[in-house]
């Protein structure tokens, strides 16, 4: 079955550590892996494509497909980087996402 | 570029009734899903409409419906309105057959 895992409801770091936010997946077939993002007030954003393989924001993400992972990291959160994170999974041929239950980013001063 | 738009942005309902959402895809996506996201369950895949055909459905009661129109607008209608329909349900649209969804801002729903 598919399923996206975000163990984490909550990841507090200091401004200018860095961050990793766990997503796992379980998928039988070749999945699209996605990150969105959501802001205080604000609508969910894409924020990565593991497809694109770019950067956003000093964000990065790696699928590895030996431990079904897309984890993301950035080496040094802003405080502006506090938001809603959440992993997404979407079969290669259809628009049906699986979301993750999201992780919430708390940035401290 | 106008971004996805939902409405109406906040809509109360007895329960019982029935409401209807709607949701206008950015011009040019063809591709429109719809999500229900609350506090316990996250965020749900509802269905997903491409060119006017719905080409997958989560797992939702039939009391839960959509349809796409010729100029990509979407509506979703909800029947027989129950308390744990209270939500707010998202519209997204992509341009490509798959992935890299635009989100709404969504509709509110709250059933009394």
């Known amino acids: 079955a598919q399923r996206v895992t975000q163990p984490e409801k909550l990841l507090s770091v200091f401004k200018g550590a860095p961050v990793e936010l766990k997503c796992n997946y379980s998928?039988?077939?070749?999945?699209?892996l996605f990150w969105y993002v959501q802001y205080s007030r604000q609508r969910l954003q894409l924020l990565l494509r593991?497809?694109s393989r770019e950067s956003i924001k000093g964000f990065t993400a790696d699928l590895n497909k030996g431990e079904t992972s897309f984890h993301l990291k950035k080496p040094f959160a802003q405080e502006e980087d506090s938001a809603m994170y959440y992993c997404a999974l979407s079969g290669f041929y259809f628009n049906k996402f699986y979301f993750g239950s999201g992780t919430k980013l708390n940035v401290k001063p | 570029k106008a971004g996805v738009t939902q409405t109406p942005r906040y809509l109360i309902k007895t329960r019982g009734q029935q409401v209807t959402l709607s949701c206008s895809p950015i011009?040019?996506?063809?591709?429109v899903s719809w999500y229900q996201q609350t506090p316990g369950q996250g965020l749900q895949f509802l269905f997903e409409y491409f060119s006017e055909t719905q080409r997958n459905k989560g797992n939702f009661p039939g009391r839960f419906s959509g349809r796409q129109f010729s100029n990509s607008r979407s509506e979703m209608n909800v029947s027989t309105l129950e308390l744990g329909d209270s939500a707010l349900y998202l519209c997204?649209?992509?341009?490509?057959?798959?992935?890299?969804?635009?989100f709404g801002s969504g509709t509110r729903l709250t059933v009394v």
């Open positions: 998928y039988s077939g070749s999945p699209e």
């Open positions: 011009s040019g996506h063809r591709s």
């Open positions: 997204a649209s992509s341009w490509r057959t798959v992935g890299g969804y635009t």
């Open positions: 593991h497809i």
